[in-house]
């Protein structure tokens, strides 16, 4: 149980388009789900929380007008980068949180999706 | 601001040997600490919880202490198996998840 798909894995796109990543809880309601993005050989770095309903809570740093959440269900989550240029070029990775109760925060990732703008 | 310190990136082991890898973090101790396993290019999966009044946690091969007061989490593998090489997170639990850089772990047969 408590599978999140992430898509797609990989994408290629040039400079000045969007990009749209989706995730979805497969087996489980995630009334939250969280955006990372990670560089090589570095931490995940939390850009966002996505809750179901309302708007996106950004961390500092992080432009909400580049990067969109939209948490339209239950179940599905997605993130658009728009506008990417090749410093947005990373790996970007979705959770969802699966509350156990007082164990709230054990978070269940997505594959990863692979950005490479040229 | 939260800092976590995984005290290597990088640890060789032969097959059959403890692995063991430290997480040592600043400021603010979290109610629950979190280990997870991310293999190269995929997302991270959930290992081990460890609440802050537990000072050991065992799940099969796999061993977790936290010492508040030294501020820091030790993650044991024994056994250790060439499948066990991967990298390892820890992540603390403050509200949201503080994800260290992991340490890549390398077990040889």
């Known amino acids: 149980g408590a599978v999140v798909s992430q898509h797609p894995s990989w994408v290629i796109c040039k400079s000045g388009t969007s990009v749209k990543i989706e995730c979805r809880s497969l087996d489980f309601q995630a009334t939250t789900m969280f955006w990372y993005r990670q560089f090589p050989k570095q931490s995940l770095m939390l850009m966002a929380t996505s809750n179901e309903g309302s708007k996106a809570t950004y961390e500092q740093g992080v432009e909400k007008d580049k990067f969109l959440i939209n948490h339209a269900s239950l179940t599905l989550s997605t993130l658009t980068v728009t506008s990417a240029h090749p410093e947005d070029s990373s790996f970007y990775i979705c959770s969802a949180a699966l509350d156990r109760g007082k164990a709230k925060n054990i978070q269940y990732f997505g594959a990863g999706t692979r950005l490479s703008v040229l | ?109």
Do not use: M
Not at chain 2, 78 to 87: E, F, N
């Open chain 2, 1 to 109: 601001s939260q800092k976590i310190e995984q005290n290597s990136e990088a640890l060789n082991i032969q097959e059959g040997k403890t692995a063991t890898l430290t997480c040592n973090y600043t400021n603010y101790s979290p109610a629950y600490l979190q280990w997870y396993r991310q293999d190269p290019g995929r997302g991270p999966v959930f290992l081990l919880l460890i609440r802050e009044n537990e000072k050991e946690k065992r799940k099969e091969r796999l061993k977790v202490t936290f010492d508040t007061t030294l501020k820091q989490s030790l993650f044991h593998i024994t056994a250790s198996q060439p499948a066990d090489s991967a990298t390892y997170l820890c992540a603390l639990d403050l509200g949201r998840l503080y994800f260290g850089r992991g340490t890549q772990l390398t077990v040889w047969p």
